[in-house]
């Protein structure tokens, strides 16, 4: 395998979030992603793996498919692991670490698997496997047939690099960009975050209306690959198509860490100018300027059912304010069950599917411009 070869492309998301996945991956120039459970696939060699790491802001990670081969028991596994050609592959003095996973297979120990995999790749190629390893061969064996894959992310990608305070609940930036997409945002309006916490929604949109890669910030595993051509990669990140954005991103929050948390974040992204946050519970928002644009927010959801009944007030009041002050205004409310989201009185279209968040199920609900 060389960096010309073309192979299979996964790139991962949440299930839910395939479709909107792959329209964006389509509006940023990858030939025909193909949404699949759990990711979007696409053919590609390696250049596209290095742009889709620094492009895409809704992928979690990105693998890249190296080989697929049937394997009904352990010697087999083992023996076709070793034809691999590791060595254009991996670098011998890279440490890297194999997860593997099987299901309907008569090969059914991941361990085993995994350590037959290890052997292999240690063997043929002289690297030391290493728990803390940051390149890591995954193994998914289906049906007794091996896929093998490199994951060319490492940390994954919500780590943009800009986020070091968290609140207790962060949206992942992939997922938020995803659902700022869903609203229909391009960069284009206002957009005001009214329980921002540690302001995901905010800078993602801020981000995206400033046109700057979502990977900037960070490195990747790729870069420890063989593969990696790290003047190209130069080039590539070089880049820059940024432009002053059309409005501001705005949050508020009744928590005035909150606001500190996301002040700094904003300021490590380097977008201080280009957001604005300020503490204010949900009665007193106003509209920002410039609008209308989007309201975007994940409210407290609430774990047990007592809580979640106790929220129903917040849900009211909130509903509320934005019909009476941000006429012209779309909303974008992550819920995690249908009663919260209808408090609010808000008109929404048609919900889509849920997706997973933090051992929850959240659904988007939108409306389109408010009366
Ligand atoms: C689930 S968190 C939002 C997380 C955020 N999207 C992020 O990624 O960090 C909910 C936020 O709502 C805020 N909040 C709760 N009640 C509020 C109220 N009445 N007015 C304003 N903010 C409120 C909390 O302080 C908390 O930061």
Redesign the pocket.
Known sequence: MTTETEFEIFLATAPGLEEVLAEEVRGKGFRRPKPVPGGVVLRGGWPEVWRANLWIRGAGRVLARIATFHAVHLAQLDARARRVPWASLLRPDVPFRVEADCSASRIYHSGAAAERIETAIRETLGAPVSPEAPVLVRARIEHDLCTLSLDTSGEPLHKRGWKQA??????RETM?SLFLRQCGYDGGEPVL?????????VIEAAEIAARLNPGRMRHFAFEQLATFDAEAWARMRAVQRARPPAARCHG????PG?IA??QANAARAGLTEETEFHQ??????EPPEGGPGLVI?????GSRLGERAALLP?YR??GGVLLRRFAGWRVGLLASEPRLAHATGLPFLPPGPPVPHGGLRITLYRTGPLG
């Open positions: 968290v609140n207790p609940a962060p949206m938020a975050d009214p329980m921002c916490g540690a302001g995901t929604f508020s929050d009744r928590d909150a948390m996301s204010a519970t949900i009665s007193e928002i927010l994940n409210p407290p959801y917040l009041a909130l």
